[in-house]
């Protein structure tokens, strides 16, 4: 099994890269975290790797962070959710974040993730609250606000990703916005910067 790859990166795409060791073209698909992390093509790159093997392939999914990689494997563990909701998971959320709303059962907000219904989110905490004891020494993410909490909805809702939005909105964190049409305008602001 692949563990970890070291080499040239080439140009990539979100969701993908292209590490090339020894001449060797290996493809990654990487969560859109590990994808803000990665080096100017060209560079070396250095991904902790899980290989994910089935009857018709080998796909290898590669990872910045040793916590991302460890998530993703949680994830995996979880009815339902197979290797491509696991990283489109990662992608719409921080894994800190991630495990804190899991840890909380904040099914709401696992909702808002690409793939995931209420379901799939009652699983995930059911199956992961007690599984994510690598994480409980790790700071919790601060609850949004209510207001913010609906900003954020509305912005996923018109198609706007949630990591991009709840960054908009912690960028407006200190500022006195006291209304949904004021948050609301501000963020859309913030993503469109």
Not at 128 to 135: A, I, R, S
């Amino acid at each position: 099994m692949i563990a970890h790859l070291r080499g040239t990166l080439l140009p990539s795409t979100p969701g993908q890269a292209i590490v090339e060791c020894c001449g060797v073209g290996y493809l990654v698909t990487i969560s859109m975290n590990t994808f803000a992390a990665l080096p100017e093509p060209g560079r070396e790159v250095s991904l902790l790797i899980h290989t994910h093997v089935r009857e018709d392939q080998i796909a290898l999914f590669g990872f910045a962070a040793a916590e991302e990689k460890l998530m993703f494997e949680k994830l995996l563990g979880v009815n339902g959710v197979g290797p491509k909701l696991a990283i489109g998971i990662l992608g719409g959320m921080k894994t800190l974040e991630l495990a804190s709303a899991i840890r909380s059962g904040d099914t709401v907000r696992l909702t808002r993730m690409p793939g995931v219904g209420k379901k799939t989110a009652e699983r995930m905490v059911l199956e992961l609250k007690d599984k994510l004891v690598e994480f409980a020494d790790l700071p919790a993410a601060r609850p949004l606000h209510a207001l913010a909490n609906d900003v954020l909805s509305a912005l996923i809702n018109l198609g706007y990703q949630p990591l991009a939005a709840e960054k908009a909105l912690e960028k407006l964190s200190g500022r006195e916005l006291k209304s949904f049409e004021e948050l609301f305008r501000a963020a859309l602001g913030e993503i469109s910067r």
